[in-house]
């Protein structure tokens, strides 16, 4: 049975769900440096809806795609771990300050100069931002079909995609011809675990920055196992027009950042009076813990 | 002076909530900007949604009504909100945060090169003084939303490209009517001069109405129950709070064993560990089975007759009274704040 071309899109990404009490610094913003990074979930749901074409269509392959710093490329090796079989971190300091167009502009530029694909899979959004716009931007820019808040691919028949899709008040089912944009929600199944075979086969996967760093033993295994190689791209590896890059790239500019300060700690004891429910309220809604 | 422009979402040949909501805002901001208001409605069997759709203040109405634009997908819808911003250059476009908006907005907006913000709380006219520029851009949409997880309020801001385009939940804006007796005109569209065949290849095979499964672990805002929310019945108070506040509702492993939830929503440490922006414990004592799956919520409002539950040695807010009293006045000045 003939095989697919799969790209999974995935970010690296700050744990802000797990803003605690302890992310926070005494002044009661959020202490960045002490969030964890990790594999955006929904984009989890994402590689778990490739690996489940590839069970289903042995000789698929999926390749992950991640623009970030260098330390995303352990993203890329999570998704090795999953069972991906490679992945390109596209890394440029021309990057850094891209707006979701920008970045879409980026990595549709990369999906061009990789060629062959058949279906390209993301999360529906990221929750460092939640914005949603990455996936179908990269759509539009390749010229293809998307099928946003996907939950299922339920079968790949005749060239073409049946994606069922969860919405707010029901679900919907659509056929859609390849190549397409597929982008997944968190009510999909859950991804799978690593693969202990998986693990011992790429956890000498590298970029070839961390080459530079990596332990001299090790050296050698990359020519004799290719698939250690990670794919490491700049602006020089894609063609890019430097002026849709980066800050200069994005339409959108960020005025003004305002921390949201928490609570500290110590409980306030209010009454059920009118009079202290709407200031219970009013302070949730100011400080934006609600509306 | 370019107008404001509202792409009206078209449920059942009915105009969404949402729309609505986004009309009275557009209608202010154009009001403010002393410009027109504009809007769209792409749907099939749209005759009479002007009747819907002027009150708000509309001065144009685009329709573009056929057999093949209902249910929405997004290439035609696309195609044609593409063209027609082309054509009439608006300054600021608005579109539901909804699975059309967010699926539509991105994709607009990478066409016409235009920056888009998704999800916005507030929209609001303003300056901006480019410094190194040395440039300073009159009656900009400040476009402003919560990022981070919610941990930063972010004002955005788009300089140079148009439309400035932004999607807005449902809810988060007021609906109001401008005047019954508003008449603005109608421009009928001719679909097939902004659309191509090529725009019809996505098939839609099924739709139906299905409720979703319970996703407590995703929620921001949680309102849990316990066994002293007393019966099944009191415990609609909860989903009624947490519908009005856009959350879930969550409980103890006491309500679930009463039987006042199924065990989906169990918290703590034989249920699921959350972790939302905000908890609210209703009639939950606090024991340390179910603080283990809750007590990293970053704030917690804990509702008891007991002065001296446990729950409230880790509350951010202590309320001592009773569920069935305080939920109503919760959402009662809830709503009064927010409209």
Redesign the interface.
């Known amino acids: 049975m003939k095989g697919y071309k799969i790209i999974v899109l995935a970010k690296q990404v700050?744990d802000?769900?797990?803003?605690?009490?302890d992310a926070m610094k005494a002044d009661g913003?959020?202490n960045r440096a002490a969030l964890p990074a990790i594999f955006n979930p929904e984009d989890l749901n994402a590689l778990e809806q490739a690996l489940r074409i590839k069970d289903k269509f042995p000789g698929t392959t999926i390749t992950v795609l991640t623009m970030g710093p260098g330390r995303a490329a352990e993203i890329i090796r999570e998704g090795m771990f999953r069972g991906a079989d490679d992945g390109i971190l596209l890394t440029d300091r021309a990057f850094a300050g891209s707006?979701?167009?920008a970045t879409?502009y980026a990595i549709g530029q990369t999906l061009k100069k990789h060629g062959a694909f058949d279906i390209i899979i993301a999360g529906r959004q990221a929750?460092?931002?939640?914005?949603?716009?990455?996936?179908?931007?990269v759509?539009?820019?390749l010229g293809i079909?998307?099928?946003?808040?996907a939950e299922e691919i339920q079968s790949i028949e005749k060239g073409k995609v049946?994606v069922k899709?969860?919405?707010?008040?029901?679900?919907?089912?659509?056929?859609?011809?390849m190549p397409l944009v597929v982008t997944v929600n968190?009510?999909a199944p859950d991804c799978r675990a690593r693969n202990a075979k998986l693990i011992m086969k790429y956890k000498h996967a590298k970029t070839i920055s961390e080459m530079q760093d990596a332990n001299e033993d090790y050296l050698h295994l990359y020519n004799d196992r290719p698939y250690l190689n990670i794919k490491e791209w700049t602006v020089q590896d894609i063609e890019v027009d430097m002026k849709e890059l980066g800050l200069t790239g994005?339409?959108?500019?960020?005025?003004?950042?305002?921390?949201?300060v928490?609570?500290s700690?110590g409980?306030?004891?209010?009454?059920?009076s009118?009079e202290?429910?709407?200031q219970?309220?009013?302070e949730?809604?100011e400080n934006?813990?609600?509306? | 002076m370019n107008s404001v422009f509202v792409y009206c979402e078209i449920e059942d040949s009915q105009v969404a909530e949402v729309s609505m909501e986004l009309l009275t805002k557009g209608r202010a901001l154009a009001t403010e900007l002393k410009c027109k208001l504009e809007a769209i409605a792409i749907g099939h069997q749209l005759d009479g949604i002007e009747k819907d759709i002027f009150p708000y203040g509309v001065d144009v109405l685009h329709i573009a009504d056929d057999k093949r634009l209902a249910p929405y997908t997004t290439l035609p819808h696309t195609s044609i909100v593409v063209k027609l911003f082309q054509e009439e250059k608006p300054q600021i476009a608005l579109m539901g945060a909804s699975s059309v908006g967010r699926d539509l907005g991105p994709r607009v907006s990478s066409a016409l090169h235009s920056g888009l913000t998704a999800d916005c709380t507030s929209l609001v006219i303003g300056d901006h003084e480019d410094k190194k520029a040395d440039k300073v851009y009159e009656n900009l949409l400040y476009q402003i939303r919560p990022a981070f997880g919610g941990n930063i309020i972010a004002t955005i801001i788009n300089p140079d490209c148009r439309p400035q385009m932004a999607t807005v939940r449902e809810g988060v804006m007021k609906k109001e009517i401008l005047d019954p007796k508003y008449k603005g005109t109608i421009n009928k569209l001719d679909v097939s001069k902004y659309t191509t065949d090529l725009d019809f290849v996505v098939e839609m095979i099924e739709r139906h109405i299905e409720k979703s499964k319970v996703n407590i672990k995703g929620a921001g805002i949680i309102v849990a129950g316990g066994y002293g929310v007393g019966s099944k019945e009191n415990f609609n108070l909860l989903f009624e709070l947490a519908e009005v506040l856009g959350g879930e509702v969550g409980a103890s492993r006491a309500a679930v064993d009463s039987g006042y939830v199924e065990h989906g929503r169990q918290i703590g440490q034989t249920g699921t560990t959350v972790r939302p922006k905000l908890y609210i414990a209703c009639g939950i004592s606090g024991q340390i089975q179910h603080r283990a799956g809750m007590e990293e919520s970053a704030q917690i409002i804990a509702i008891n007759t007991d002065p001296e539950a446990p729950i409230n040695s880790i509350a951010d807010y202590v309320i001592t009274g009773d569920v069935a009293e305080i939920l109503p006045k919760m959402i009662k000045f809830y709503k009064a704040n927010t409209k």
Do not use: F, W
């Not at chain 1, 079909?145 to 808040?149: G, K």
């Not at chain 1, 994005?250 to 921390?259: D, G, I, L």
């Not at chain 1, 409980?267 to 059920?272: E, H, N, Q």
């Open positions: 700050p802000t769900r797990n803003v605690g009490k913003t959020v707006d979701t167009l879409s929750i460092d931002g939640d914005t949603a716009q990455v996936g179908p931007q759509a539009e820019k079909p998307q099928i946003t808040y049946t899709r969860r919405l707010e008040r029901g679900v919907e089912v659509v056929r859609c011809p968190s009510s994005s339409p959108t500019k960020v005025k003004k950042v305002e921390n949201v928490l609570q700690k409980a306030k004891v209010i009454t059920s009118d202290d429910m709407d219970l309220m009013r949730l809604i934006h813990t609600i509306g």
